[in-house]
């Protein structure tokens, strides 16, 4: 693999700032609105993936069983419709990863209740098919990160009996045995990058940016963007009150393992998973400043293991757990509107 250069960003923001209390709850914009439930079984730990205008949720799990079915959701139907299970020797799963590339949806990894796996298949909406891929070739795990950029898609991070950093670009065009490549593990050849599980990651402007997830039981405070023509890593603000400024004053609630991600204009808003406890709080990241800005929290029940997705810059959270209550529910985040009760 050849190493790439980390380069870690560092910020001097002007004038006078200094400590306040930060916004309440009161002062925060933002509404959720109850969207369209999942048909599917109530579930956590699923893996999406949107191609043109629908979303796919497959796998997850209950406290019970794991599932191989497919869903796919239409905005303009607003109905889910059940599509092709993965094929029964994919094996049930939940904590997988995945991401479309194009026309074609991309699911692997994850855990079926007694091992970590590593087979990885495509869907294709057109001839509602899976074609088995070529295997995964990093360790077997679960909990990966998955992001597709232009016409790769990745996958990193991890848990295989130990904690992950390493990166794999996978390449659909390429023939069989040769579609997977090693790339800059997370930090780079500088180092500084923190191996990891649950992380969360959406894609900006043709980079990923991966924040927070689990190392060893603590939840980490940081945020990584991975930008792919150059293979490098590069560190962003940390993700709680660790300057003198005022602007990182309540970054404190931004942490978690397990949370969503979905992007609406140009703009990310992560919210959802745990931190201790299960969490609702909502932050809207901006790419071009670096900064993070707290909207409204989930107004759905407190959830971990859910699935987000955007559409047409509509974003949605949809299925999750809190502690043995499992979710089909979902919801979408109008992130400019004054906060509704009981809408």
């Excluded at 191609?51 to 497919?70: M, V």
């Excluded at 990894?109 to 007694?114: F, H, L, Q, R, S």
Aim: proline share 2%; hydrophobic share 30%.
């Amino acid at each position: 693999m050849v190493g790439a250069t980390i380069i870690v960003s560092t910020f001097f923001l002007t004038g006078g700032c200094s400590k306040d209390s930060g916004d309440s709850e009161s002062d925060l914009i933002g509404n959720w609105t109850r969207a369209s439930d999942f048909d599917g079984d109530a579930r956590s730990e699923a893996v999406t993936f949107v191609i043109d205008d629908k979303a796919y949720i497959s796998t997850g799990a209950t406290d019970r069983s794991r599932f191989r079915d497919l869903w796919e959701f239409s905005t303009t139907r607003g109905y889910w419709q059940q599509k092709a299970d993965l094929p029964v020797s994919a094996n049930a799963r939940s904590s997988a990863a995945g991401f479309a590339i194009g026309s074609k949806g991309y699911l692997g990894t994850g855990y079926d209740g007694a091992n970590y796996l590593n087979d990885f298949w495509e869907y294709d909406p057109a001839s509602n098919q899976w074609t088995q891929k070529d295997n995964f070739p990093g360790s077997a795990r679960r909990d990966a990160s998955g992001f597709a950029i232009g016409n790769y898609g990745y996958i990193t991070c991890g848990y295989s009996d130990g904690y992950l950093k390493d990166l794999w670009q996978f390449n659909p065009a390429a023939t069989s045995g040769l579609q997977w490549q090693q790339k800059a593990s997370l930090g780079g050849s500088s180092g500084g990058g923190i191996k990891r599980m649950a992380a969360t990651v959406f894609v900006l402007t043709d980079r990923a940016y991966l924040v927070s997830g689990n190392n060893n039981g603590e939840i980490l405070k940081d945020c990584w963007m991975y930008n792919p023509s150059t293979d490098e890593w590069t560190e962003k603000r940390k993700i709680y009150d660790y300057s003198s400024e005022s602007y990182d004053d309540n970054y404190t609630s931004i942490p978690r393992q397990n949370g969503v991600a979905f992007v609406m204009n140009d703009k990310a808003y992560l919210t959802t998973g745990e931190n201790s406890s299960v969490i609702s709080t909502t932050w809207e990241y901006n790419p071009s400043s670096d900064l993070w800005t707290e909207k409204t929290g989930f107004e759905g029940t407190a959830r971990t293991g859910a699935v987000a997705f955007a559409i047409n810059n509509r974003g949605f959270v949809i299925t999750g757990r809190n502690g043995s209550s499992i979710m089909d529910n979902a919801y979408e985040f109008h992130p400019t509107e004054e906060k509704v009760d009981g809408d």
